[in-house]
């Protein structure tokens, strides 16, 4: 670990917070704004060839939250650190510039279900303009050189890519993860624990390297907004991320993966970022092969994702939600470990993971118990003295 590591702390402390508490304060307007309006998602009713699972009607733009505690998070960050993002401003840029365009397509989706074609076409579009400003998987690591040794110390150098070839091969990494991400969200709280402690995961990576000031800026202001959502989004959901949220989240870990952790140091090339984010991947891996076995359109919503079929061996929606983000940690610390992480930042990440999801998750659950406790004392009451 290098001395820069002390400087960027503060940064990283000041961003988390600056956007858990944009998002803590956005989400309720944004949430009252969507039901007036009708931005909402119905419970029960059919998605693809599939159901959704949720009761009720719930707002579903969220995202609007998560995209503004992350812009100020970031805007913040660089006004009073600019010293420690001066060698990835035009990186900066771009991903605040993609990330926007997530959002929007998401929130036009959400809206009005676009068609796959479209979306596709603005998601790589987005990628696109982190190619344009020179975010690229330009190599990794010599996985065939001569010894385990020699490929962990990075002596047996690196595999570099043609632009054409780093060009794609980001497109599909930015694309895919971010629909692999989406393909996540379909359990209350799932998605928001899940890039709260990948980012964090990405962001103790990060941490370990001079220049890496525009990583751990983005991952810190990440892992806050997606805290601060989780807040309102632990079962019951208060409200929805969306689409727009998805997207959003899915897009600045791969972009953010790319520009902090992907060239940490030349044994975790490629291995510790994937590994971090192992759990979409998986998710979207099997989804993909199971549809295709059945001879049906992978892109078509079914009930057969990793939560749908946990739910179905008789998990209870929080069983499965700690089931999958027990496995996010583990893939998390996994990662970590491979990044050569100091052993006491490797326990504080995974300490925090833990202490700020569930923390999120306990304020939600209190909440609804007041609710409850407000409409029918008399049946709570009644429960509490059985």
Do not use: C
């Amino acid at each position: 670990m290098t001395g820069l590591v002390l400087p960027l702390l503060p940064l990283a402390i000041g961003a988390f917070l600056a956007s858990l508490i944009i998002v803590l304060l956005l989400v309720p307007p944004i949430r009252r704004f969507a039901l007036r309006v009708g931005a909402v998602q119905a419970g029960g009713g059919r998605h693809g060839a599939g159901r959704r699972v949720h009761r009720g009607d719930v707002p579903n733009v969220g995202g609007l939250a998560l995209l503004g505690g992350f812009l100020v998070a970031v805007a913040l960050g660089a006004a009073f650190a600019p010293e420690a993002v001066t060698g990835d401003r035009s990186a900066l840029l771009a991903i605040v510039l993609g990330g926007i365009l997530m959002t929007l397509v998401g929130l036009l989706d959400d809206l009005w279900e676009l068609p796959v074609a479209m979306r596709l076409a603005v998601q790589t579009v987005a990628a696109g303009v982190l190619v344009a400003n020179g975010v690229t998987i330009a190599f990794v690591t010599n996985y065939f050189a001569a010894s385990p040794l020699a490929r962990w110390t990075g002596e047996g150098g690196f595999v570099f890519f043609g632009e054409t070839f780093a060009a794609l091969l980001t497109i599909l990494w930015i694309v895919g993860f971010t629909n692999a991400f989406n393909f996540i969200d379909g359990v209350d709280g799932l998605s928001s624990g899940v890039a709260a402690i990948g980012s964090m995961s990405l962001l103790a990576v990060a941490l370990q390297v001079d220049g890496r000031g525009g990583a751990v800026l983005l991952l810190a202001a990440l892992a806050g907004a997606a805290i601060g959502f989780l807040r309102h989004n632990a079962g019951p959901a208060a409200i929805f991320m969306g689409d727009a949220g998805a997207y959003l989240l899915g897009y600045v870990l791969a972009a953010a993966s790319i520009l902090g952790a992907l060239k940490v140091t030349a044994a975790v090339t490629i291995a510790a970022p994937v590994l971090i984010l192992g759990l979409p991947v998986l998710n979207i891996t099997q989804v993909t092969l199971r549809r295709m076995r059945r001879g049906v359109n992978p892109a078509r919503a079914h009930n057969d994702h990793l939560h749908d079929l946990l739910r179905a061996r008789g998990r209870s929606e929080r069983g499965v939600v700690l089931t999958l983000w027990a496995a996010t940690l583990l893939l998390g610390v996994a990662g970590m470990v491979l990044a050569n992480t100091p052993p006491v930042m490797l326990f504080a990440t995974a300490l925090l993971a833990v202490l700020t999801t569930g923390g999120a998750s306990a304020l939600r659950w209190l909440e609804v118990r007041a609710a409850e406790r407000a409409l029918h004392p008399a049946s709570v009451a009644e429960r509490r003295d059985r």
